[in-house]
C-alpha cells in the first residue's frame, strides 16, 4: 500500500510530463496509422512544443528551488558544526585540574604571555619550568609578562585591600597580605626575570610590564591554550585551547595591553651573583629605574631576592579536591 501511494504521488508531481509525453504518443501514432491528415500532423508539432519549453521551465525552476534548500540545509549543518566546535572548545576547571591544565600548557611551549597581579606563581613555578625546557631542548621562549607597579604604592594597597574584602572572615588571606607584602611580591617577580634572563639571553627572551591598573584574573597564554584563573586554584577558571577562536581574540588584547604598560628595562640590569645579596639587589632596582622605596631595608631586600628564587608552588596544600562539575560544559561562550 505503502508504494502504490508513493508512485501516484510521483505519477501527481510529475503530471505535466506525462501529459506532453501522452500527448506527442498518440500524435505519433495517429500520424503512422495515417488518421491524421498531414497539415493537421504538422499543426500539431508547436503545441507541442511549447508544451515542450513549458516542461522544461517549470523543471528548472523545481530545480532551483531544490538546489536553495539543499543549500540552506548544508549552511545550517555547517553553522551548528561551528557553534559546536566553539563550545566544545571552552572548559571550566577546577581543584587539581588547573594545575593539570597549566602542566600541559608548559609543555614545549615557545610562548608565554601573563597578565595578573604580582606573578608569585609565574616566578615560582612557570618561567624556572619553562626556561628547564628552553634549556633541554636548545630552543628559544618568548617569555611576557604584565604585573602591577610596586612603585605605586597606593595601586598595590588598593589591590591588597581588595583580596582582603574578599576573603572568608577570620581567615588567614586577611591576615597574611599587606600592601608593603604585595609590593615586595612584584619586586621578587622582576628580579627573577632578571636573574634567568643573564642565565641565557639566547634562550630567553623575556619582557616585563608594569601595570596601572588592578584585575582579579590571571591571564596565561602558551602556544597551545589560554588558562584564565582567579584568585587561585579555590576558584573555577577557564581554559580555551589553541584551534579556539577566543584564543586569537585574547591573544590580541594581551598583546595590546602589554604594550600600553609601562616597560622595565632589563637590559640595564647589572649581574647578579647566585644568591643576590641585600646590596645587589638595591643597586638592581635602582638601576631598572623602579627603585626600593626608603622604608624597606637590608631585610626586606633579602626576602625578595629569596622569594624570587624560591621554587614552591605557593598554592601547594591549598588546592581542593576535584569537583564533580568541572568537566568540559557546552554552551559556555
Not at 626575570?193 to 630567553?204: A, I, K
Not at 601595570?211 to 579555590?234: A, C, E, M, N, Y
Not at 643576590?276 to 623602579?290: D, K
Request: aromatic share 8%; hydrophobic share 45%; glycine share 4%.
Amino acid at each position: 500500500m505503502r508504494n502504490l501511494l508513493a508512485r501516484l504521488r510521483g505519477l501527481v508531481e510529475n503530471a505535466d510530463i506525462i501529459l506532453v509525453f501522452l500527448t506527442a504518443l498518440v500524435l505519433g501514432v495517429l500520424d503512422l496509422m495515417n488518421l491524421v491528415p498531414d497539415d493537421k500532423a504538422s499543426g500539431a508539432i508547436l503545441p507541442v512544443l511549447a508544451a515542450l519549453a513549458f516542461v522544461w521551465i517549470m523543471d528548472r525552476s523545481r530545480q532551483g528551488r531544490v538546489a536553495k534548500q539543499v543549500s540552506s540545509v548544508a549552511d545550517d549543518t555547517q553553522d551548528l558544526k561551528t557553534l559546536l566546535t566553539n563550545a566544545s572548545s571552552v572548559r571550566v576547571l577546577s581543584g587539581p585540574m588547573i594545575s593539570r591544565e597549566l602542566r600541559e600548557a608548559r609543555l614545549d611551549t615557545d610562548r608565554w604571555l601573563f597578565k595578573g597581579g604580582t606573578g608569585t606563581f609565574t616566578r615560582a613555578v612557570t618561567l624556572p619550568e619553562c626556561f628547564a625546557h628552553a634549556e633541554r631542548n636548545r630552543r628559544s621562549i618568548e617569555f611576557r609578562l604584565e604585573i602591577l607597579d610596586p612603585m605605586d604604592a597606593a595601586l598595590c594597597a588598593n589591590y591588597t585591600k581588595l583580596h582582603q574584602d574578599l576573603a572568608p572572615a577570620k581567615s588567614e588571606e586577611r591576615d597574611v597580605w599587606t600592601p608593603k607584602g604585595t609590593r615586595m611580591d612584584a619586586y621578587s617577580t622582576i628580579l627573577a626575570c632578571c636573574w634567568y634572563r643573564q642565565l641565557n639571553e639566547q634562550l630567553l627572551d623575556i619582557d616585563v610590564r608594569l601595570s596601572s591598573v588592578i584585575t582579579l584574573f590571571r591571564w596565561d597564554l602558551s602556544s597551545s591554550r589560554l588558562i584564565i584563573t582567579q584568585r587561585g586554584p579555590r576558584f573555577p577558571a577557564i581554559s580555551f585551547p589553541r584551534h579556539s577562536p577566543h584564543y586569537n581574540l585574547w591573544s590580541t588584547e594581551l598583546r595590546n595591553s602589554l604594550r600600553q604598560a609601562r616597560r622595565v628595562p632589563l637590559e640595564l640590569a647589572p649581574r647578579l651573583s647566585d644568591s643576590p645579596t641585600p646590596a645587589e639587589t638595591f643597586a638592581l632596582f635602582a638601576a631598572l629605574r623602579i627603585p626600593l622605596p626608603d622604608d624597606f631595608g637590608e631585610v626586606d631586600a633579602e626576602e625578595i631576592a629569596r622569594n624570587a628564587l624560591n621554587h614552591q608552588d605557593p598554592y601547594r596544600g591549598h588546592i581542593p579536591p576535584e569537583a564533580a562539575w568541572a568537566p568540559a560544559v557546552p554552551g559556555l561562550a
